[in-house]
Each structure stands twice: as C-alpha cells, then as structure tokens.
C-alpha cells in the first residue's frame, strides 16, 4: 500500500550511533582540509577533484554552488579560492556516480522515501528526465519533447494561471531566472515563491523600508577597515567558512568582532587560515573579542538596551551620536527616541538573557567607535519579529553615523549563491510596477500587477486545491519549508510537480498526481550550445556580479541546461501565443543578457562588463548615502520587544544545520564542530533544563509543538547536554520542520518563524 504524502515528507526516525565529545575551541586548518579531501575522494574522481579546486570562485572559473560569499576584487590565492564546505558542495553536485531507469526500476517510491535525506543524495547525479505517472509506484524515462509537452498540457488545462506556482531555488544563475520569471509573467501569473520568501525576506523588508535598497551597503573591503564587526545569528565556520578570513583581516587591522547567539559557534572562538602554512603550524586567530549569549529571539531587547545606554551618554556626554548625520541624512529620529524612552534598561537586558558584565563590553565597544558592520542571517530573520530585528540594528547604526562610509554599513549574509540575484532580476511574486512595465514595453505583453503567492501562501493554496501544478527550479522544497506534513499534503493535492534538479532529493517523493524529474547541467559542468560553450552569471551578497563557467564535461547526455529546460517549456507552453522568441535564447545566452540590460537596472552593457575578470558592482544607494526611500532618507524605526512567555514545562526551539550541511543537503552525520559525531536525530538542550525534567544525556525522547490549537510530533531524538541559555534549545533541520507551524510568520516579511518555536520536550516510553 502506497505511503501517504506526509509519511513520505518524513525523515526516517531511526538512529545510528551517536557520539559526542567537548567542542573545540579552534576551526578549519588540518581539519577542515582532512574532511575536504575525505569527501572528494570518496565521491569523485581525483583529477575532476584537482580540477575544480583550482577554478573554484577564480577569475574565469566558476562559481561555488554554495554560499554566496563574496570573492576579493583583486587578489586571489593561487591555490583555490575554496572551503571545506565548498569543496562538499562540488563533490555533491560532481560526485562520480549517476542514476538513470534502471535505478528506478529497482527502488520505488515508497521504497525511497525510506531512504535517510544523506543516502537520497548520495544516490547520484540524476542522468535523464523521469514521470510518474498517475497511480504508478515506479518512475520511467521520458523524452525531453514529451516531457515539455506534459507540463504544457497541464499548465494550459488549467481555469486561469493563478492555479500554478513556480518555485526557484537560489542556486539558479541570472540568465535562467530571468527566463524563469518572463515564462511565468507571459502565462499570466506573478506566482513566483523562491527561497528568499523563507530566509532573507525579512531583511530585504526591513532594510528597504529604512535604508531604500533590500541589500547590504558594504563591500568585502569594508569589512577590512571596519572597527566593529557584529555577527549576529549567524554561524560563519559552517554557513560562510570564507567569511573568517576577511574576519581575521579586520582583526590584523585592528578591529574589534562581537559575536551574539544563543549557541557558542567555535569558528568565531577561533580560527586557522587552511592555505596559510604559517597559520597551520602556530594555531591560527582568535576572532571574537565578546561573545553574547542571548536567549533565543532576545536580539531587539537587546539591541535595545544599547540604544538606552548610548541615549543616556549623549544625553550626558554629548558626542556619542553622529548627530550632523542624524540631522542631514536621516528622517523620524524624534519619533525613534521618544519611543526608546518609554522602555526600562533592566528590563530589557532581562529580557536579552544577556549579563550585566558582557553587555559592558559590548557596550564599550560601540560607544567608542563609529565603524561599525552589523552582519547577521537567518538567526534574526525567522522569527515573527524578523523585521523589527533588522530595523533595531538599523536604528543603531544610523546613530552611529555608520552608513555610506568606509568601514561601516549592513551586511545580511545569503545563502545560496544567487539567491541575491534571482531577485534582482525578477524573481519575485510582489515586483515593482517599473519592472513590470519594462517588461511590457520590451516584449509587447502585460505583465500581471497583481502580487503572486510567497511560499507560505503557496502552500496553503496547494493544501487547499487552489494551486494544481507545482514547478520548482532547483532547491528541495519539501525539505525546506515548514510544517512539514501540512506542506506535503499541498503537494499531493497538485494534478502535477515538477522539479529540476541535479541529484534525487526527498521532494521528489512527495509528488501531485502527476510527477515530472528533469535534470539539469550542474554549475560545475560545461554548457554547450548552438553558439557554442555558454557563460553564465551571478551576484553575490555583497553587490557583485560575475562570470561562472562549467570546467568538467557533462555527466551525461541526456542533461539539459536551466536555460534549457525553461526555453523548452515556455515554448510547449506558449506556442504560437508567445511575444518571445524562446528558442533563440537557447542557443546563444547573450541574448538573454542584452535583454537584462533593457530591463533591469544597473545592467547596462552586460556583456562587455562581464568580460572584466572581477565583475562588476550593481548600484547602491545606501553604499553612498542615496537613500531611494518614500522620505528620500534613511528611516528611524520604532520597534516593540517581542511578546511571548513559556509556561514551566516549555522551551524556545531554534533549527539550525549541522556542520555537515548546507540548507537541505545532508553531506555526512557529523557536526564536528559542536563535538557530535553520526548522528543528526539531537536536541541541543542546556543541563539544568536537562536536571528540572529528569533527563540524561543522549536519552530519546518526543518532541512537541502547539500553535493556534494544532499540535504537531517529531518523534525519537537524543538529547546532548550544551552552553545554550535556559529555557532554549536546538535541533537539526529538515528533521524538525514538521514542528514549524506555518501560521507563524515574520510580520511585512511572511518568513517562516523557524528559529522561535514553543516546544515541550517527553521522555520516550
């Protein structure tokens, strides 16, 4: 008998065998290049291996399908421009073994959905286009054209556009999302959910709201002459690795890291440049001058009580405040500080969790400097107060003056490494009407006006029959998205899903009635087309963008490019309605890139900017104190301290990823870094939360969650005794985003509250 869609959502629940030992207090180094190399050989082969780590992130090479971390303008190092993690991320996607029919005929899905989400993608780059059809328990190979043409007959079966969704993953580069989003805008529809709906929305709403621009205002370089680094709810060692070596720069140069989150990450303790030998054999950097540990969702509390104390010195001192900046470049201070003083210093650093002592040292280290780069990611920006977050931080660094100048400025991390730049051009279900109007004055058709569905509200339309195909470019959404079983019943309900990907995922076994598999070309891998080899782009977080161009030779023939896959759709699609000349674009991707340049701005003679080996800078207003806001300055904003209290038996739950993963995919069982080894079902729990309910280290116990009256399980986890504050704990995503109730949202942003949720927390009989 056939799984149900929530079953097959589920991660197994069985365990392995855990071990956990003491955190270090040093990272990188000899680890980090042992458990690189340990990867690549045991994945691929050792001359693909050779040859990515020399291009990887280098002038003329590609892009890493990891982070989106930004690369130095000028010098670069010789050896590779890598990381452990991306080097994990290019044995993922260059691993050595392929799956085509006859893996499929051997496991069905049921039989899959058994697999662990680790064994699902070590399964194998998936090497042909495969359908389930309707009441099948196997998938079967399909043709391109027949594929095309099935998505095409269900889209154009359908009442009105609206009742399909098409999701983006951020690994997609700027030519294809550009396609992506025009296909989907010709149709009709402006459902256009993508992963920044579930990580970095809350910053985008935030800093447009109070700075004009939904991105970061410093460069690479900034982070260099900064005086202050914050790192705020971020975990750089396992997130960004390369971001410590500009950390440890900053530090060379004199500058100062605070370092606030609820866990302890030891890549902020310390850190040991891998390609400095120097550095490998004297023991590397400490990088964190202050580590705060703030209770779980306790940031605007405390950012606030800065903001209190640094009112009450200029109110003493004088001089504190950057106040010639305040007065010619800002807009709402009055209202900002008449709202500051209705709140209670002791409160508020109650609230924050934080000491009496440490918050001194923070403290000394604004009042006394002026450059000053708060960066943060997705531990501020998955809570229901994620804007407000943001505009605290804002709040602070306006006071400061620290906007618009070197050494200063806003720094959301992203993720997935175009994450930034699937938005920029166009992927986004609530675009501007310029934009729109480009569109339509370029193509000849009208674009909607009417905002599409997010991620959230695709879900729900899914679960409620609203939305009756599915289509995902990249990514795994059902591991990725909340209130798991919910969401997979969304998915079942659809007459169609389709994905395109590089290596099976677990979304590929939670599928409509209907269900589509195509394969795609890696970002590693050589793109040829009628024109010729293609190169494509991306930009990073920081303003960048760049060239990346596949080094290895497809792994198999069948495998089409993203652009491909689009052009090939649009046109079965569209046909003879279409205003577009899809094909074209299929064969020679700068066309796609001269069309971006009539459309988006800052895009002006893409192709001959491309050619320079650095890339180029996008504009940025707050980066030169232009501030594109409705008061044409940057905003002071008031924002209210978060309100929820646990009763006796709950505890505040954050997901996080293990040391061993980047968003959903699962590269091994270990977290090295937080001394657990080969095991991910965990909960992270301080001791003496551990002492009130009679639990021991490593005992299995049941977790549960309840919102609005619906309560939801997560079953068999071990619990490991940690340095988190009382009253929170941490656990592993995918595994307990069935816990994530859907209903609980970023206020503006509609991000996913996955870093606040209420849980109780059961010895398992």
């Known amino acids: 008998m056939s799984s149900s869609a929530k079953d097959k959502a589920k991660t197994p629940e069985g365990f392995t065998s855990l071990k956990t030992e003491a955190p270090p207090k040093n990272t990188v180094g000899f680890g980090a290049l042992k458990a690189a190399a340990i990867q690549v050989n045991k994945y691929m082969k050792a001359s693909d291996a050779l040859k990515l780590s020399l291009k990887i992130n280098q002038k003329g090479g590609f892009d890493c399908p990891g982070c989106a971390w930004p690369d130095p303008d000028d010098e670069r190092s010789a050896i590779g421009e890598y990381c452990e993690n991306g080097m994990k991320a290019i044995a993922e996607e260059a691993q050595n073994k392929t799956i085509n029919r006859d893996f499929f005929v051997k496991y069905s899905v049921d039989e899959l959905t058994n697999f662990t989400d680790f064994e699902i993608g070590k399964s194998g780059r998936l090497a042909e286009p495969m359908f389930l059809p309707e009441g099948a328990t196997h998938y079967q190979p399909i043709s391109w054209e027949a594929a095309f043409e099935k998505v095409g007959s269900h889209l154009n079966a359908l009442n009105n556009p609206d009742e399909a969704a098409f999701y983006t993953s951020g690994r997609t580069t700027n030519e294809a999302a550009f396609l992506y ?39 690479l370089d900034d982070l260099y002459k900064a005086e202050v680094v914050m790192v705020i709810g971020q975990n750089p060692a396992t997130n960004h690795p390369r971001m410590l070596s500009a950390l440890e720069k900053c530090k060379n140069n004199g500058g100062k890291i605070i370092a606030i989150n609820p866990l302890p990450e030891a890549g902020l303790i310390k850190f040991t440049d891998p390609q400095n030998p120097i550095k490998l054999l004297t023991g590397g950097t400490k990088l964190a001058d202050v580590f705060v540990p703030i209770t779980i969702n306790g940031d605007v509390a405390f950012i606030k009580a800065i903001l209190l104390k640094l009112l009450e010195k200029e109110e003493e001192l004088g001089n504190v405040f950057d106040k010639h900046f305040i007065e010619e470049y800002t807009s709402d201070y009055n209202a900002f500080v008449a709202d500051l003083k209705t709140y209670n210093f002791d409160e508020c650093l109650k609230a924050s ?67 930034q730049g699937d938005r920029t051009v166009g992927i986004w279900e609530a675009a501007p009407q310029a934009f729109l109007d480009k569109i339509e004055t370029k193509y000849g058709f009208k674009p909607s006006a009417k905002h599409g569905f997010s991620v959230i509200e695709t879900i729900k339309a899914m679960y409620e029959k609203k939305v009756k195909v599915f289509f995902g470019l990249g990514g795994n959404f059902i591991s990725a998205v909340p209130d798991t079983g919910y969401s997979a019943q969304g998915l079942a309900n659809c007459n169609l899903t389709v994905h395109v990907s590089t290596k099976l995922n677990r979304s590929h076994l939670v599928t409509g009635k209907e269900a589509l598999i195509l394969p795609c070309l890696g970002r590693t891998e050589k793109d040829y087309q009628k024109s010729g080899e293609q190169v494509q782009s991306v930009e990073n977080s920081m303003g960048v963008v760049s060239s990346t161009k596949g080094i290895l030779e497809p792994c198999s023939d069948a495998l089409l490019s993203e652009v491909a896959v689009v052009c090939g759709v ?30 988006v701005s800052g895009f002006e003679d893409y192709n001959t900017r491309l050619k320079n080996p650095s890339g180029f800078y996008l504009p940025n207003g707050a980066r030169v104190r232009k501030f594109n806001t409705k008061t044409g300055k940057a ?31 699962i590269y091994g069982l270990d977290d090295r870094y937080r001394g657990v080894f080969n095991e991910r079902r965990i909960i992270f729990m301080n001791r003496e939360d551990m002492e009130v309910r009679g639990l021991k280290e490593h005992q299995v116990v049941n977790l549960k969650s309840e919102f609005k009256g619906v309560k939801r399980h997560a079953n068999n ?19 307990t985003n069935v816990l994530v109730p859907l209903d609980s949202f970023a206020h503006t942003a509609k991000t996913p509250a996955s870093k606040s949720v209420v849980i109780t927390v059961e010895a398992s009989v």
């Not at 992963?195 to 621009?213: D, F, K």
């Not at 046909?575 to 971006?596: F, G």
Request: proline fraction near 3%; charged fraction near 25%; glycine fraction near 6%.
């Open 181 to 219: 989003q025009l296909f989907v805008r010709e149709f009709g529809t402006s459902n256009l959910p993508d992963c920044s709906n579930m990580c970095h929305e809350a910053s985008g709403s935030a800093l447009t709201e109070t700075l004009g621009i939904g991105k970061g205002s410093v460069k």
């Open 353 to 419: 969790g934080v000491s009496v002592d440490i918050f001194n040292q923070t403290f000394d280290l604004i009042l006394n400097n002026e450059k000053i780069i708060v960066c943060w990611a997705m531990g501020l920006t998955q809570h229901e107060n994620a804007v407000d977050n943001i505009r605290e931080l804002v709040n602070l660094l306006l006071l400061k003056g620290s906007i618009g100048k070197e050494g200063a400025g806003t720094c959301p991390v992203r993720g997935h490494s175009n994450v």
């Open 570 to 599: 649009a046109h079965a699609t569209l046909k003879h309605k279409t205003k577009v000349k899809w094909l074209s674009y299929k064969d020679d991707y700068k066309l796609v890139r001269d069309d971006i340049a009539e459309v």
């Open 635 to 665: 905003n002071f904003s008031v924002n209210k301290l978060p309100e929820w209290k646990l009763k006796d038996d709950e505890l505040i739950m954050m997901t996080i990823r293990s040391h061993d993963q980047f968003n959903t995919t």
């Open 717 to 735: 986890f071990k619990v490991v005794g940690y340095d988190i504050p009382k009253n929170c704990c941490a656990t592993y995503f995918p595994e």
